[in-house]
């Protein structure tokens, strides 16, 4: 890995290493991925202030997410088929998350289950729940989270309604992976991770394959979807969920500020600021065109967390620097996933934080809650 110095490098390796569908799944967006697009330009125009001879020896990334120390302000975000860049990757994410201090959060579309990811990591992890239709099911997903100790519940309410990708269908991406020449081919230039996908535990969803009806339609992940996920969800649900689950509620996915009004009444401790990485509406902002707003609407009630196109530190400086609390990875660290395994995660965060460090010297902020509008250039 000493070749790697930034998240680019990851995804360069994680591409020669993942079979196409898998790595295409990651990559890309939904639709014309305008928005896809949109969250790295809009990011990538915010300049920073250079400010010089201000002592920054102190200099530390360290803060608070909803009141738990955290080496730095940020999180692994629900990513699913995590065990399909890697075998047992949502093991391995959630570990190198630990080791570096910070939050992993485990998705429902998870390889590995809730219970193989609590009997192999040594602390408490983060929960995200999509609901279904069958709410017996949902609500024995939120007790078995409950049993695992997880300690927040990430509730996402952006993807009711699934966003197409032209890749996945393209490429025929299935869970497990369906069988064709071109694919058989693809496998046989990759045995690394063939073999590293054989040896673990699971090669479909760990958390809700031989729950829930229709598992016949389980490999085609868009047409399941579409059969599974509940579309009449409501924010009367969210109440439902809040009633069942009695830890700390995220909502994640909001990008308007009526919506984000009507999370701050919930009974919900922070929100996601997402457009679920440009893979749902396409043509909706970037995530950090509507940060500011929502953070001038609701920010004092609620703690704001931000995703979408992060890929440096400099790009969570940002973010911090209109009003974020702490910042969500999604590709990032899947890229480093696919790429080498609990190292490869490791690295990602390794290396974003050194960015981010180095960025916050060269601004002239030691700290974290330092980070605000004051060092970007108008
Ligand atoms: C491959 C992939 C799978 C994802 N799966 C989920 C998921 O299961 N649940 C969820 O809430 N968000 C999911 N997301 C969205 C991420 O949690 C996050 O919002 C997004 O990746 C942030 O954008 P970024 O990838 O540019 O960092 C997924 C994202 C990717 C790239
Ligand atoms: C059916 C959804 C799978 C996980 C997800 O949220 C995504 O691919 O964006």
């Known amino acids: 890995m000493k070749h790697i110095t930034c998240i680019d490098d990851l995804r360069a390796l994680h591409k020669r290493r993942v079979p196409k569908a898998f790595f295409d799944y990651c990559d890309r ?13 809009d990011l990538q125009a915010i300049k920073f202030r250079q400010r010089i001879l201000v002592d920054v020896s102190r200099r530390d990334t360290s803060t608070t997410i909803l009141g738990e120390p955290s080496t730095m302000p940020l999180i692994l975000a ?94 025929g991406m299935t869970v497990p992976p369906e069988w064709s020449l071109s694919k058989l081919l693809d496998f046989a230039s990759k045995p690394a991770w063939v073999s590293g996908v054989l040896r673990g535990k699971r090669r479909t969803f760990g958390n809700i394959a031989g729950h829930v009806k229709n598992t016949e339609d389980l490999n085609r992940l868009a047409e399941w979807t579409a059969s599974q996920f509940d579309t009449s969800l409501n924010w009367k649900d969210v109440e439902w969920v809040r009633s069942i689950w009695p830890g700390k ?14 999370a701050a009444k919930t009974g919900a401790q922070a929100l996601v600021v997402s457009n679920h990485g440009g893979r749902q509406l396409d043509g909706a902002p970037s995530s950090i ?20 196109g992060i890929r440096s530190g400099q790009d969570v400086m940002r973010a911090l620097a209109l009003g974020a609390k702490s910042c969500m990875i999604g590709r990032a660290y899947a890229y480093g996933l696919g790429a080498g395994g609990q190292a490869g995660v490791a690295k990602a965060i390794d290396i974003i934080q050194k960015e981010l460090l180095t960025t916050m010297g060269l601004c002239g902020v030691n700290k974290v809650d330092e980070i605000d509008d004051h060092i970007i250039a108008v």
């Open 289 to 308: 065109e509507v940060l500011p707003e929502i953070v001038d609407a609701v920010g004092s009630k609620m703690e704001i967390m931000f995703d979408g």
């Open 249 to 262: 509620l995220i909502i994640k996915g909001i990008l308007d500020v009526e919506d984000a009004e009507e």
């Open 29 to 41: 967006g939904s639709y014309a991925e305008e928005t896809l697009r949109a969250n790295r330009e």
């Open 78 to 171: 629900p990513v699913g088929l995590l065990g399909m860049q890697h075998g047992d990757g949502e093991i391995h994410a959630c570990r190198a998350a630990q080791a570096a201090g910070i939050p992993f959060t485990q998705s429902t579309m998870s390889i590995c289950s809730i219970e193989d990811i609590a009997a192999n990591v040594e602390k408490p992890f983060w929960f995200q729940l999509y609901v279904m239709k069958d709410r017996g099911f949902i609500k024995d997903l939120i007790q078995r989270a409950i049993a695992a100790k997880c300690s927040a519940l990430v509730l996402t309410v952006d993807l009711q309604v699934i966003g197409q990708r032209h890749a996945d269908i393209k490429n």
